[in-house]
């Protein structure tokens, strides 16, 4: 089993930033990616960004300059620097880590920000 603890959302005005941190713990011999999505009220749940062991990167179209992520592979952690955050950036915000094939989540954090 793999947990993921994720900290660093809150409360941040537009324009603002914030930096989400995810901790993947338990049975792991090698992780082969981590991510973030995020799900606002009545929306489904989608991408924001993803990268690779190896360091590739992949991001959704509307946080593309705002937003950078990045992993510790020693740490077996990733990292979601969000800068210029907008009120339709508001949403609970999910670590994902793919082990061996499989795909673990996070509980979630929040993140708001108002206008």
């Known amino acids: 089993q793999v947990q993921l603890v994720e900290s660093g959302g809150g409360l941040v005005q537009a324009g603002g930033s914030l930096r989400l941190s995810c901790a993947a713990s338990?049975?792991?011999?090698?992780?082969?990616?981590m991510g973030w999505y995020r799900q606002a009220p009545g929306n489904q749940r989608a991408l924001v960004a993803h990268i690779t062991r190896g360091g590739s990167t992949n991001y959704a179209e509307s946080v593309k300059g705002r937003f950078t992520i990045s992993g510790d592979n020693a740490k077996n952690s990733a990292y979601l620097q969000m800068n210029s955050l907008k009120p339709e950036d508001t949403a609970v915000y999910s670590c994902?880590?793919?082990?061996?094939?499989?795909?673990?989540w996070g509980r979630g954090t929040q993140v708001t920000v108002s206008s």
């Open positions: 994902i880590a793919d082990v061996g094939g499989r795909r673990y």
């Open positions: 338990g049975s792991i011999f090698s992780i082969d990616a």
